[in-house]
């Protein structure tokens, strides 16, 4: 508790220093640049074919091994799935030729970066919505060095059809500010449209939208170049399977991937490991 304390205390201390980042006269600098860069545009709705794509994964840690699950789903509008579910269960102490993981959440994001990829491939006749952002991974990886993990990032950055749609985003590159682009964009005005969007380093195309007046601003990636047009041809299509300003396709197969600690709790029982001490209850936890 003493530390919890200290650092409270320090905080309020060095508050002024803290928060010097987020220069008052600098911020309404970039809001106004944010607000440049904005083109208002209502979508227009449109018969959307597109699949939801998203994975999940969880473990638990005990002395000497994990029990995980890994999923993936691609859903349709309708609940149908557009291509069958993807899903492991396994016990195993996470190596990788013969390397042993020390972050076992990147092990099982890559894992599920592949059943991600797998159902795209398998998706192949829709317009497919990817959770999240590629780039986000694809410079997390490389720093981390999974090779699965760049491999598959890669792949799923080459093909066309495909739009990653990411909630949050701490990237500065539009707007260099000292936090992320989101938050300028989001603060700027509450109109639906989008920003004048930029190329990635890695050739990918970012831009900011907002699907509906007054609904939160997404990160929209694609792997191929657009015009002003053209993206608003996205926003009709993504805007005709949307809900509050977030496609529903997501929402659903978010709903329908997620592994729980509770869930966890389920496989655990049911494979009789409840009574194997986790590495948590170390810590007392």
């Known amino acids: 508790m003493?530390?919890?304390?200290?650092?409270?205390?320090?905080?309020?201390?060095?508050?002024?220093?803290?928060?010097?980042?987020?220069?008052?006269?600098?911020?309404?600098?970039?809001?106004?640049?944010?607000?440049?860069?904005?083109?208002?545009?209502?979508?227009?709705?449109?018969?959307?074919n597109i699949a939801g794509i998203d994975s999940s994964w969880n473990a638990i840690g005990y002395h000497g091994f994990y029990l995980y699950a890994v999923d993936a789903v691609s859903v349709l509008a309708d609940g149908s799935y557009a291509a069958p579910p993807k899903f492991e269960v396994g016990i195993g102490s996470m190596?990788?030729?013969?390397?042993?993981?020390?972050?076992?959440?990147?092990?099982?994001?890559?894992?599920?970066?592949?059943?991600?990829?797998?159902?795209?491939?398998?998706?192949?006749?829709?317009?497919?919505?990817?959770?999240?952002?590629?780039?986000?991974?694809?410079?997390?990886?490389?720093?981390?060095?999974?090779?699965?993990?760049?491999?598959?990032a890669s792949d799923l950055m080459k093909m066309s059809n495909i739009i990653f749609v990411a909630k949050s985003s701490t990237s500065n590159a539009a707007l260099h500010g000292a936090v992320g682009d989101l938050y300028y964009f989001?603060?700027?005005?509450?109109?639906?449209?989008?920003?004048?969007?930029?190329?990635?380093?890695?050739?990918?195309?970012?831009?900011?939208?907002?699907?509906?007046?007054?609904?939160?601003?997404?990160?929209?990636?694609?792997?191929?170049?657009?015009?002003?047009?053209?993206?608003?041809?996205?926003?009709?299509?993504?805007?005709?399977?949307?809900?509050?300003?977030y496609p529903y396709v997501l929402r659903l197969a978010h709903e329908r991937c997620k592994i729980s600690n509770s869930d966890m709790a389920l496989i655990e029982g049911a494979l009789g490991l409840s009574a194997e001490q986790s590495s948590r209850e170390v810590l007392g936890e």
């Open 186 to 245: 989001s603060k700027a005005g509450n109109s639906a449209g989008f920003s004048k969007p930029f190329k990635d380093q890695k050739g990918v195309l970012v831009t900011y939208v907002r699907l509906a007046d007054y609904t939160p601003v997404l990160r929209l990636e694609v792997t191929h170049d657009l015009n002003e047009r053209e993206i608003m041809d996205i926003m009709d299509i993504v805007g005709s399977v949307s809900y509050d300003g």
């Open 2 to 48: 003493e530390l919890i304390i200290e650092t409270y205390e320090y905080a309020v201390k060095n508050r002024d220093n803290i928060l010097s980042s987020v220069d008052a006269v600098r911020q309404k600098e970039l809001m106004k640049l944010a607000n440049e860069m904005w083109i208002n545009y209502v979508p227009k709705k449109v018969n959307a």
């Open 95 to 152: 190596f990788i030729s013969d390397e042993f993981i020390y972050n076992p959440s990147l092990w099982l994001e890559s894992k599920g970066m592949k059943y991600e990829h797998d159902l795209s491939i398998e998706s192949s006749g829709f317009t497919v919505l990817i959770d999240g952002s590629v780039l986000a991974r694809f410079y997390d990886s490389r720093t981390r060095k999974i090779s699965t993990f760049l491999e598959y």
